[in-house]
């Protein structure tokens, strides 16, 4: 299943930061599709609950976003239109600034891609 989410709405000076982000929740890993502003690699893994999806960089792992009431190991869920709060991670020494994360679309072929997005896919 691969799902297209949709960062925005952040509590922070800039009213134009958000996200758009691809999940791949059978590889869990995710994929960033579009940004502006907000500091996110281009994917990563995720690490996943049923209270919350963690985004985490690729190479050290860190948390970047929490992604609060995202169950992406529900049987049923997620479904277009779902959407909660996010916690985006900007740095250490900063605390998380809060948004929303809604589900724009969700892919349940089971069907390999044409291009692989993971660097390590190679």
Do not use: N
């Not at 999806?53 to 948390?63: F, I, K, N, S, Y």
């Not at 529900?74 to 600034?97: I, K, M, Q």
């Amino acid at each position: 299943m691969r799902i297209t989410l949709h960062l925005d709405t952040f509590e922070c000076a800039e009213p134009s930061v958000y996200a758009i982000l691809w999940l791949d929740r059978d590889a869990r890993k995710w994929s960033r599709e579009g940004h502006a502003v907000i500091d996110l690699p281009e994917w990563g893994t995720l690490a996943l609950s049923h209270e919350c999806t963690r985004v985490l960089d690729a190479t050290d792992g860190d948390a970047r976003c929490e992604l609060q009431g995202l169950d992406l190991l529900a049987v049923d869920g997620p479904f277009e239109g779902e959407s909660g709060r996010v916690l985006w991670h900007c740095g250490a020494d900063r605390a998380p600034v809060v948004g929303q994360w809604h589900v724009q679309w969700i892919d349940d072929t089971d069907c390999a891609p044409e291009h692989g997005v993971f660097a390590d896919e190679f």
